[in-house]
Protein backbone atom coordinates (compact mmCIF):
# COMPACT_ATOMS: atom_id res chain seq x y z
CA UNK A 1 0.00 0.00 0.00
CA UNK A 2 1.62 2.86 -0.82
CA UNK A 3 1.48 6.55 1.11
CA UNK A 4 -1.05 8.35 -0.74
CA UNK A 5 -3.40 5.07 -0.11
CA UNK A 6 -2.74 5.32 3.44
CA UNK A 7 -3.54 9.43 3.48
CA UNK A 8 -6.42 8.78 1.44
CA UNK A 9 -7.84 5.60 4.32
CA UNK A 10 -7.01 8.19 7.30
CA UNK A 11 -8.74 10.92 5.46
CA UNK A 12 -11.47 8.70 5.20
CA UNK A 13 -11.43 7.56 8.79
CA UNK A 14 -11.40 11.06 10.01
CA UNK A 15 -14.22 12.16 8.02
CA UNK A 16 -16.38 9.29 8.14
CA UNK A 17 -15.84 9.37 12.35
CA UNK A 18 -16.92 12.49 12.45
CA UNK A 19 -20.87 11.37 11.97
CA UNK A 20 -20.63 8.71 14.29
CA UNK A 21 -21.09 11.05 17.49
CA UNK A 22 -24.35 12.66 16.38
CA UNK A 23 -25.71 8.82 15.23
CA UNK A 24 -25.38 7.26 19.19
CA UNK A 25 -26.27 10.91 20.53
CA UNK A 26 -29.61 10.71 18.77
CA UNK A 27 -29.73 7.24 19.47
CA UNK A 28 -29.53 7.87 23.12
CA UNK A 29 -31.02 11.12 22.93
CA UNK A 30 -34.37 9.67 21.10
CA UNK A 31 -34.62 12.83 19.62
CA UNK A 32 -33.67 14.47 16.14
CA UNK A 33 -35.61 17.45 16.29
CA UNK A 34 -32.10 19.75 15.66
CA UNK A 35 -31.17 17.51 12.51
CA UNK A 36 -32.68 18.67 8.79
CA UNK A 37 -33.96 16.19 6.68
CA UNK A 38 -33.12 18.53 3.98
CA UNK A 39 -29.20 18.39 5.00
CA UNK A 40 -29.40 14.91 5.48
CA UNK A 41 -31.54 13.75 2.23
CA UNK A 42 -28.73 16.09 0.29
CA UNK A 43 -25.94 14.76 1.65
CA UNK A 44 -27.08 10.82 1.46
CA UNK A 45 -27.26 11.25 -2.10
CA UNK A 46 -23.83 13.25 -2.37
CA UNK A 47 -22.34 10.64 -0.37
CA UNK A 48 -24.17 7.97 -2.43
CA UNK A 49 -22.73 9.51 -5.58
CA UNK A 50 -19.50 9.63 -3.91
CA UNK A 51 -19.80 6.00 -3.48
CA UNK A 52 -20.87 4.94 -6.89
CA UNK A 53 -17.65 7.39 -8.08
CA UNK A 54 -14.97 5.33 -6.01
CA UNK A 55 -16.49 1.86 -6.94
CA UNK A 56 -16.13 3.08 -10.76
CA UNK A 57 -12.47 4.52 -9.74
CA UNK A 58 -11.71 1.01 -7.68
CA UNK A 59 -10.17 3.72 -5.20
CA UNK A 60 -10.22 1.58 -1.04
CA UNK A 61 -10.60 5.30 0.51
CA UNK A 62 -13.14 6.89 -1.82
CA UNK A 63 -15.29 3.38 -1.31
CA UNK A 64 -14.66 2.59 2.41
CA UNK A 65 -15.23 6.17 3.81
CA UNK A 66 -18.53 6.61 1.62
CA UNK A 67 -20.26 3.34 2.58
CA UNK A 68 -19.51 3.85 6.11
CA UNK A 69 -20.86 7.21 5.85
CA UNK A 70 -23.75 6.33 3.75
CA UNK A 71 -24.84 3.65 6.63
CA UNK A 72 -24.37 6.12 9.38
CA UNK A 73 -26.53 9.01 7.55
CA UNK A 74 -29.16 6.49 6.41
CA UNK A 75 -28.91 5.04 10.38
CA UNK A 76 -29.69 9.32 11.18
CA UNK A 77 -32.66 9.58 9.00
CA UNK A 78 -34.18 6.70 10.30
CA UNK A 79 -33.54 7.67 13.91
CA UNK A 80 -35.11 11.33 12.68
CA UNK A 81 -38.33 9.34 11.28
CA UNK A 82 -38.56 7.24 14.20
CA UNK A 83 -38.21 9.54 17.06
CA UNK A 84 -40.38 12.41 15.29
Given at each position: MDY???LGLVAATLTTSAFFPQ???TWQSK???DV?????I??????????IY??????????LANLITLIF???ILWLKIKYR
Open positions: LTIMLKSAKSYTMVTFIIGVFLWLGIYRQDLAIINLI
